[in-house]
């Protein structure tokens, strides 16, 4: 039995999409040029299929970057008996299309996966009678027994977390029980572009591999596709340490001279982090890491510790630069406590991308330059915007909807990047779509900026400001440029002990 698993090409209109692996499915945009994530889904899949003893291929097109015609030319190759295409929301249109053509042209049995809701209905697949299995959230041992049975030619039509059609009937069963990571193989990278993957904030060294340490999330953000869509809600499972550091230690013998943490929220559990951090330097593994995470759940003492170990950068998702709008995506983010360790996490020589959103319930132009001010003062290493998109399964899918705030059902739009499919009670599609480019506009003047006087000292860079815009303003300049360098924080605590920076 051959098994074909893909990420299939998406270009529309010149702009290449991400989609496997992607928390966020959609076209790029060209701050975003070099991000490629690697497709854990597929990978998982693939290396516990090879642990059976199945011939498994995988191909992430994307990734490859290869034309429509090499795949299709690749995929009547190989002849699978059974093929496993990821899917997306802002993709799906198009994907279909594809494996359709495809389906005509050579006889295999086409399953379907990925963060889409849409997918996991019976009029789904009587609407796609070319369709033959979809899988629901998580599918990596979902997909093996289905296998096992095809390969036994046994019943699978009550396979856990499987929709089916046999015959005429259409199945649809129960999600399956969240699996034990631990009992996953490291991801398949054989046959891979390795190389390729990109997803490493603050200029981490490279090449780069990007790893889980843990896998779904206990907070419960209402735009948030993967917790109830991929892992159906409550979620949260780790990796035994000591399993982590060995495939880092491995990755690092393989050639990668980085890792990234690609976890739903990587530092939860201070404990955890600090026995994560000993483990590293136990090793003595000397290999710079990045991970995303939550600004707020960090302390001193533990990013002292990661840092010592290598820590060279995070990525932290903020949303929002206002407590209430964090609140109405129900983040539980405590957004003062995220401020303080940012600083926190600079002091360090740690280096920071922040991500935020435009468009969560409540969003007003105030709200909108309150956001931006608050990035321009952090002053991150590098930052993200994008437009909310409240993509189908999700709380903000639901309470948009009946609100009427969706201005848009075609799912091609649902990308985030190019184009609004919402508005707020005060800003319309056109204005949040603005947002962005205003608050993309306002970073950029501010690094070339920073870019322009980098080589002045302090003393000349406030006599420049000074003939240029006057005392009081350089005045606040000099305050803001203080703070943002983080001796408020000393001088709000200078009876504590400072911030050690490690060597």
Known sequence: MKILLVNPPWVVGGKQGVRAGSRWPHLKIPEEER??????FLAYSSSLLKTHN????????????ISYKEFKKRILKYGPNLLLSEVSTPSL????????????????????????????????LHDNPFVDFVFIGEYEFTLLELCQALNKKKEYRNIKGLLCRVGDKIYVNDRRELPDINKLPWPDRENLPIFNYHDCPGGIPEPSAQMHASRGCPYQCVFCAWPPIMFGGSNYRTRHIKDVVDEMDFLKSKGFKSIYFDDDTFNIGKKRMLELAKEILKRDLNLP???????????????????????????YGMESGVQKLVDNANKRLDLKKAIENIRITKQLGIKVHLTFTFGLPEETKKTIIETVNLVLDLDPDSVQFSITTPFPGTKLYDDMKHKGNIVSFNWQDYDGNTKSVIKTNSLSPEELKKAQEYAYKR?????????????????K?????????????????TIKYLQNKGYSYYFQNSRKSKVVVPK
């Open 54 to 65: 199945y011939k498994v291929k995988l191909i992430d097109a994307i990734a490859e970057d």
């Open 443 to 459: 970073w950029y003047e501010q690094k070339f900026l920073k870019k322009r006087y980098s080589k002045i000292n302090p003393i």
């Open 93 to 124: 249109e198009h994907d279909l299309k594809l494996l359709k053509e495809l389906k005509k042209r050579t006889k295999f049995k086409l399953a379907l996966a990925g963060p889409d809701v849409n997918l996991f209905t019976e009029k789904f």
């Open 35 to 40: 991000y490629m994530p690697f497709p854990f």
């Open 461 to 477: 860079l406030f006599n420049v400001c000074l003939k240029e815009n006057g005392l009081n303003y350089t005045l606040k300049k």
């Open 289 to 315: 890491w990045a991970f995303m995470g939550r600004a707020d759940l960090s302390d001193k003492e533990t990013l002292v510790a990661l840092r010592k170990s290598g820590l060279h950068a995070v990525k």
